[in-house]
């Protein structure tokens, strides 16, 4: 995997991670029933749930840049591409579900940059690799 991908990468995590303080701010575990469902897995207070759900969350993907995407793993562009559709997913659900409101939905505001940077990333790994070498 090249640099530009490692980093987009990283800024994908990051963009994770402003997406999830949106999310948390707007208290998304109060207005979805899997976020309240997740939130509530610890039985403490469901606020207290989401930080910690989101936080292993974007540890996670740290862990992924920092064991498997940076250094040259073999599983690297796996885990790439793994997050890639995971995050374009979420941000696409989260679009869908502001329109759904017909208006703003906790996590909209941040989806348009999932959405951008696992695009980027995407077509960062395909160009690098082509249709025949995606994982």
Do not use: K
């Not at 562009?77 to 409101?101: D, M, P």
């Amino acid at each position: 995997m090249d640099s530009r991908s490692r980093t987009t990468f990283l800024w994908l995590v990051i963009a994770q991670a402003a997406h999830s303080v949106e999310e948390y701010v707007f208290r998304l575990y109060d207005v979805l029933a899997p976020a309240r469902w997740v939130s509530g897995l610890l039985g403490i207070d469901r606020a207290l749930g989401f930080v910690i759900a989101n936080t292993l969350l974007v540890a996670f993907g740290l862990w992924c840049y920092f064991a498997r995407v940076r250094p040259p793993h073999p599983a690297g562009r796996g885990w790439a591409w793994f997050w890639t559709i995971l995050e374009a997913s979420n941000g696409i659900i989260h679009l869908g579900l502001a329109a759904a409101a017909g208006g703003y939905f906790p996590g909209a505001a941040t989806a348009p940059l999932l959405i951008a940077v696992s695009g980027v990333l995407g077509a960062n790994l395909y160009r690098r690799s082509g249709p025949e070498q995606l994982w």
